[in-house]
């Protein structure tokens, strides 16, 4: 998996030398260690963002139940119907934006400690080969009808694919609550002053995009965007094949000389 020039250049830099097992042995308790803290890690800040997301979603209900509500009665039954009035409307969009942004955040998230992850599997999958123990490159599969006609088995579904997925039917919702709530506002506008509802629709989603694409221009340039990916990552470590499908190490280490 790893080239021999490519682990000695690592434990060069993590300062072990290759005849040291005692010291690969401990890195390698070290590094396992962290990687289970780093999936501890992952599980609680998803059930957070799930937490806040499932009150985001409460109040959106919450504030698309109430408003005027309307009695009718009839000979036979008694029916209401409750019209979100335009203050709810507006709270909606500002709770379903306020949803989306959390959303996207949380993608952000799960792709930053999905390179914790990877990163602390692979010192494993290092420190383990110099030790001749591959835990994390084995795997013991049960034969249950799975193998396709070449000899192959099928791979196994992905849990962080799977919650990424998740997280797309949250923006997902999201986007369709704004358009919704845009639609519904549209109609009010449409209703008292006289408009074509289509126009009143488009021009409030046009609105809304607008606004939204200046935030995200200035987001951008801003100091709160570069504080979302780390500060310093390390140097490239000299002297290894720079291709495409090469590994790369980096290194936050002063050099001695």
Request: glycine share 8%; net charge positive.
């Amino acid at each position: 998996m790893f080239t021999k020039d490519f682990q000695l250049k690592y434990l060069q830099e993590v300062g072990l030398q290759a005849t040291d097992r005692n010291g690969i042995r401990e890195a390698y308790e070290t590094a396992h260690r962290i990687r289970e803290f780093e999936i501890e890690l992952y599980w609680k800040r998803t059930a957070y963002v799930w937490a806040m997301q499932a009150a985001l979603i409460g109040i959106a209900m919450f504030l698309r139940t109430g408003g005027e509500t309307t009695v009718t009665i009839s000979y036979f039954s008694l029916a209401s119907s409750t019209t979100p009035t335009t203050s709810s409307l507006i709270s909606i969009l500002l709770v379903s934006t306020l949803a989306f942004v959390v959303a996207g955040l949380w993608l952000l998230l799960i792709e930053g400690a999905k390179f914790w992850h990877d990163n602390w599997e692979r010192h494993v999958d290092i420190l383990g080969e110099k030790l001749g123990e591959n835990l994390y490159q084995v795997y013991p599969v049960i034969n249950r009808g799975q193998v396709s006609f070449n000899g192959e088995v099928d791979a196994p579904f992905s849990v962080t694919k799977i919650n990424n997925y998740v997280v797309c039917a949250f923006i997902w919702f999201w986007v369709f609550n704004l358009v919704w709530a845009l639609w519904d506002l549209s109609v009010i506008c449409a209703s008292s002053g006289g408009t074509q509802l289509m126009l009143v629709f488009l021009g409030w989603a046009l609105l809304y995009v607008l606004v939204a694409f200046l935030f995200c221009i200035q987001f951008k340039h801003s100091k709160a965007y570069t504080g979302f990916r780390m500060s310093n990552l390390g140097n490239p470590i000299q002297g290894l094949p720079r291709g495409k499908t090469d590994h790369a190490l980096y290194s936050r280490r002063k050099s001695n000389s």
